[in-house]
Nanobody, 128 residues
Framework: QVQLVESGGGSVQAGESLKLSCTVS?????????MGWLREAPGRRREAVAN???????TYAESVKGRFTISRDKAKNILYLQMNSLKPEDTAKYYC?????????????????????WGRGTQVTVSS
């Protein structure tokens, strides 16, 4: 079983940056599966924001493209989400997830409800 633990959330002002981290307990799953970040907020539909596959290819939701960057540190089994130019609408609880054994491009066609595993999440609050 894979354990996912998110950290790095907090409260910031609009325009500022924040970096989220996710530690993954299973080295094989971390290196072989497509992983990603999703977010949930009251009154908003669950949204996948970024994906990265085993080859390092990344894909993003249009709402965060150009502002967020997903990356991974294979030596430490850590997944990151660098968030720049944050907006109030980015306020949500962010979750690290194992999307599945697929490419990041294929992951665009998979809804968050179909993801294999989620972490417990970390809250991000952006004030105007």
């Amino acid at each position: 079983q894979v354990q996912l633990v998110e950290s790095g959330g907090g409260s910031v002002q609009a325009g500022e940056s924040l970096k989220l981290s996710c530690t993954v307990s299973d080295e094989y799953m971390y290196s072989s599966a497509c992983m990603g970040w999703l977010r949930e907020a009251p009154g908003r539909r669950r949204e996948a924001v970024a994906n990265i596959d085993s080859d390092g290819t990344t894909t993003y939701a249009e709402s965060v493209k150009g502002r967020f960057t997903i990356s991974r540190d294979k030596a430490k089994n850590i997944l990151y989400l660098q968030m720049n130019s944050l907006k109030p609408e980015d306020t949500a609880k962010y979750y690290c997830a194992i999307v599945g054994f697929m490419t990041a491009i294929q992951a665009l066609d998979v809804t968050p409800d179909e993801y294999s595993n989620w972490g417990r999440g970390t809250q991000v609050t952006v004030s105007s």
